[in-house]
């Protein structure tokens, strides 16, 4: 059992995320309300982070997107590529239209999670046929973003940011049409100006973002956060380092495990 001191800490680190969130909620209305030229600057901001953020300039549709800008990543040599499901494309008929449950184990702990197979067949037969192969184990989350955008992303078997598991998918599904990705979203990266180019990468949005739709669109929203944000959040807590052309979490975040059902 948690000690008082173990359990006003837990408490205390509580109340700073939702005062985090209660403050971005804030910022986000206000950014909705200024109108003409102002506006318009702070979404041209907003959508640089966001290209850098979720995509790449390239036009290679094997390998999905990632935050690099026009350099290659710096390359993780304890990573090795993968193929997922034999390098074809799952069926979308295997989301059976249905909410699917369970979640994506971290070292840092779980994080529940329910997958919207109505809304979003395409992408959940894609995660949980991946899933359930083991595709994702061993696989580290290469990307935290924490200006801009807030988002933690992950599945590049390389972790590189230019891995994928052998193919690429689209269009696009789900995506909002007000190009707001609230805390908790869960959804998938691809590259720039290329709604076909999606494959095993997804990112986990840990403080509301609004991301800027490119000629190709959003991007897809195959699920959303049930538990763990405070998982999540102090993963963002705990910084970055640069890894020349991108920046990835402080700490090695290594997805041990992803349980559907």
């Known amino acids: 059992m948690s000690s008082k001191r173990e359990r006003e800490y837990e408490r205390r680190r509580y109340e700073k995320w939702q005062e985090r969130q209660a403050r971005s909620r804030a910022r986000h209305h206000r950014q909705r309300v200024i ?45 090795t590529p993968r193929t997922g499901n034999g390098g074809v494309l799952p069926a979308a008929s295997l989301a ?38 083991g595709f994702f184990d061993g696989t580290k989350c290469h990307r935290l973003t924490d200006t801009g955008i807030y988002v933690l992303q992950c599945g590049d078997p390389t972790a590189t940011g230019q891995g994928g598991p052998g193919y690429a998918w689209g269009p696009i599904e789900n995506a909002p049409a007000d190009n707001v990705y609230p805390a908790g979203t869960i959804a998938m990266a ?11 990468q997804f990112f986990l949005v840990y403080e509301d973002s609004t991301i800027p739709s490119d000629s190709a669109g959003g991007y897809t929203v195959f699920g959303h956060i049930t538990s763990g944000m405070d998982v999540l959040q102090a993963i963002a807590d705990a910084g970055t380092v640069d890894k020349g052309s991108y920046t990835a979490p402080a700490s090695d975040v290594i997805i041990e495990g992803v349980e559907t059902q």
């Open 190 to 200: 691809r590259q720039p100006e290329n709604g076909s180019s999606m494959g095993s």
């Open 35 to 79: 109108a003409g030229s102002v506006a318009g600057a702070l979404v041209l901001v907003v959508g640089i982070g966001a290209a850098v953020a979720l995509t790449r300039p390239d036009s290679t549709p094997t390998a999905d997107t990632t935050t690099a800008p026009t350099d290659a990543a710096t390359p993780d040599e304890s990573a």
């Open 96 to 133: 059976e239209g249905r909410e699917w449950t369970g979640s994506i184990n971290l070292t840092q702990g779980p994080i529940g999670i329910s997958l919207d197979g109505a809304k979003a067949p395409q992408a959940v037969a894609n995660f949980v046929t991946l899933a359930q192969e």
